[in-house]
């Protein structure tokens, strides 16, 4: 809780509040964020106040720890990859999306299992997120919010790879539901960016084109 001119402000989510009204709360500035989730919520914000602005969202604040900078971003895109794994659930059926395919050049085999083996589109993505979720919050390689070790960091960039995949999928075998999910969030536009600006994932693995059609579109635009 914070005080501004006199009043309290609560950042809370109340019980019963409808999802149109998530975090409706003034701006805080980051220096004035006590608490150690301070770069989650800084993100957050910056998400909230214009998901289309991708170079301010991607921008750290001064004196930043990288590290710390790009595990909370990786936290971040999986939280919001849940949105996209829900609506794929209506279409992405295991009997007829029997593989995690992207074209008929790319079949992804799943890390969940002891020996990788293939699964059906839908449960790979279900199995990554849940296992990047078990690795982003494990006390073990991320005790700390506020300081990561480099042999930790090193780890984000396959978890990067594998997350990646889900987007890949959806664009190429549901491109409405694609669609209407990156109009609506710009979330695969500032993966990509992200990992190309951190150097997480090579280029030739970044199969989505989509910083190309936005190229396409602004030169047929001129």
Not at 137 to 148: A, D, E, G, L
Request: overall charge negative.
């Amino acid at each position: 809780m914070k005080m501004a001119d006199g009043i309290a402000i609560l950042r809370r989510n109340k019980p019963g509040t409808k999802a149109k009204d998530f975090s409706r709360w003034p701006d805080e500035p980051f220096e004035e964020m006590d608490s150690t989730l301070a770069v989650q919520q800084y993100i957050q914000q910056q998400i909230r106040r214009e998901p289309s602005n991708i170079a301010q969202i991607l921008t750290p604040p001064e004196g930043q720890d990288e590290g710390v900078w790009k595990y909370e971003h990786l936290r971040q895109f999986c939280m919001e990859l849940n949105g996209l794994a829900v609506r794929l659930q209506a279409d992405c059926h295991p009997e007829t999306c029997t593989q995690m395919t992207a074209t008929e050049q790319w079949i992804f085999l799943c890390a969940a299992h002891k020996t990788p083996k293939e699964c059906a589109a839908i449960d790979y993505t279900r199995h990554t997120l849940d296992g990047a979720a078990c690795l982003l919050n494990s006390n073990k390689y991320f005790p700390s919010r506020v300081s990561i070790k480099d042999s930790s960091v090193a780890k984000l960039g396959s978890v990067c790879r594998r997350v990646y995949r889900i987007f890949s999928h959806a664009y190429f075998h549901h491109r409405t539901i694609f669609d209407e999910f990156e109009n609506e969030t710009f979330l695969c536009r500032r993966f990509t960016l992200f990992v190309t600006k951190y150097n997480l994932m090579s280029k030739d693995n970044l199969i989505v084109p989509i910083l190309e059609e936005e190229a396409g579109t602004g030169e047929s635009e001129a």
